[in-house]
């Protein structure tokens, strides 16, 4: 079972990143595993022609796998992203993105997960990434 | 549905890539989405202490890829792999390895998709990699 | 040679991405294979801590990228990102980013380069990436 | 400086390796930073076409990068690769191959790298690759 709750990440975040923007950011699902996040789509995050830019797809991908990680190891953690590799396959829709996550290995220094964002309603993904977190050791 | 059978395939690998020595790797389901391979592990994949060595694992990985593109295409495409990141989160097992593919877009010029390597019988995955592959304009 | 100048470009950044917020990058170096970017560090890049968030050097890796190709092929092309993958090595200092792109294939389908971020003044690199752009067909 | 020199790093490989074939690699260069390796085209290593296959530049890349990381740390360092990121640019030629491996991060518990790999001759790359190993802690 997660040590923290979604409400308990989403404070975190905002008190902690409060210059990240990620007030919007819905956590839908959240396990020992996985999570499902949702971010509505803003005008900020729209390119010309009403597409989601490839920093918001990386932000919410980055910012997702933390919650994730954060959720097992509790609030002290400070884990710091040293991998991210994305691969965008379509044009996102100006619809709310749907981010699923998964941790594929939570060892001692390094977590591995990958994470898949849709279009809300579009059954084929806007986009896949391979995620690793390094995890300092227990002081 | 896939336009080559497992057996097709392994035909076409045999004629076409007799230097790769896949002669062993069985199919065990294939789709139009997604492919299971088992490689039964031999001596010379090995390294000191019994594992199985990661040019191994990236072989498999892009040979079981390139398997489940040619199934969609036919025995005609010369996809080319243009990318392969791999994490490699577990020591193998001297066991078989099970690998699963899944593809995430198939397009005109791209396919993309994902590779998950296990030991057989081991529940947490060895490796884990993304695959892009080229795929050439119809003649 | 290039077909659009440093100045060229930024004008096209803020005709085309208005939102993107790249007013203060500026375009240190630029020839036909490699680019050379300034990032002035702000306070909404900033990490609690004084560091420079992972999504502010993914977007400059993303952006500078896009410059580069966008100075061979001139301000028609849509080249879009399908492919990023960055190692975070080092904790930036709160100082100016500079960054060093590098075109390693500009093919008539793809564009493949990487990008070294550092810290003003610091000689060890606090990023690296590899960026994959795709080319649309000439109409 | 390296603790190891090239006649070293060869023999450990040839103790600890014998499966790998590596017997006919060179090594041309060698410092604290970066490593150039000579890799002579062997029939095993060709695909029908007379190109080289995927394959054997993933395996290239991984065993020159590790004798770049045990040259400065000695014979006992037991590293391990935890994720190796390709893209395979050009077919390669039928002739050697000449792979320039740099590393970017010596840390603790990471180094982290690149790697381009050349047809001898030909100025534009077939592949370029990064490559993170983890090193263990000392006993």
Not at 21 to 40: F, Q
Request: net charge neutral.
């Amino acid at each position: 079972m997660p040590v923290m709750s979604p409400a308990d990440l989403l404070k975190f975040l905002d008190e902690n990143f409060p210059q990240a923007g990620h007030l919007d950011l819905a956590i839908e699902h959240l396990d020992d595993r996985t999570i499902r996040v949702r971010l509505p789509t803003h005008e900020r995050h729209l390119r010309p022609g009403g597409t989601i830019s490839g920093p918001t797809l990386m932000w919410l991908t980055d910012c997702s796998f933390y919650l994730l990680i954060l959720a097992q190891l509790g609030p002290v953690a400070l884990a710091v992203t040293t991998n991210l590799n994305i691969n965008f396959m379509r044009k996102p829709e100006p619809a709310d993105l749907i981010g699923e996550g998964r941790l594929l290995k939570l060892g001692k220094t390094l977590a591995v997960g990958d994470f898949t964002i849709w279009s809300d309603g579009v059954k084929e993904p806007v986009a896949h990434a391979t995620v690793t977190y390094a995890i300092p050791p227990k002081r």
